[in-house]
């Protein structure tokens, strides 16, 4: 038993140091691709406020605790490039309780991080991640801790549409809490 939950958090590890290591190479990667912007050429064209909901079906162990989340997603973000955007990203999440286990109670997150985002066209297809820290709330038995949000999806001049995968990986290597899920999230431009 003990020698399963060493090679466990031994794999938690690893995995977190390789989603990191791959989230930065993409983000370097793509800010020296092409030309860049500097923050002194924000405009309406170029940023933009996102505004959104998303939810989502608990997934491994938290999955036993949690049936559903739902939440709001805000972030601002610059594209650097034509096809490459950074930003910060926060929000809230609901995690809410299974009805039929007594005494678990709802949860919420709270991420506060940086956004990826890469656009091959300005309309279609997209990929990115959210990297960060998550606060969580309600008693849960973990403050929070770092998460990772890869997703992809569809993007216009005014909204994106994705599907993504959270984890956060809190202190407790058996409450770690991962979901996936589908979001939309509208563009505010800048003025």
Do not use: C
């Amino acid at each position: 038993m003990a020698l399963g939950l060493a090679i466990q958090s031994k794999t938690k590890t690893i995995m977190k140091k390789l989603l990191l290591s791959f989230s930065f190479m993409v983000a370097v990667f793509a800010v020296y691709a092409q030309t860049e912007r500097d923050l002194e050429d924000i405009n309406e064209d170029n940023s933009w406020l996102k505004l959104g909901l998303n939810m989502g079906v608990p997934i491994g162990d938290i999955g036993d605790y949690s049936s559903f989340a739902f939440g709001l997603d805000a972030a601002g973000q610059f594209m650097r490039t034509d096809n490459f955007g950074l930003g910060v990203v926060t929000g809230y999440t609901q995690y809410f309780a299974k009805d039929d286990l007594p005494g678990t109670e709802n949860f919420g997150a709270i991420p506060l991080g940086l956004m990826f985002r890469y656009y091959p066209e300005p309309s279609g297809f997209f990929a990115g991640t959210d990297v960060g820290y998550t606060f969580l709330t309600n008693g849960f038995p973990s403050d929070g801790g770092f998460y990772i949000r890869p997703q992809v999806g569809y993007h216009n001049y005014d909204w994106n549409i994705f599907a993504f995968y959270n984890q956060i990986f809190t202190s407790d290597p058996t409450a770690d809490i991962q979901s996936i899920g589908v979001a939309a999230t509208y563009n505010i431009r800048f003025k």
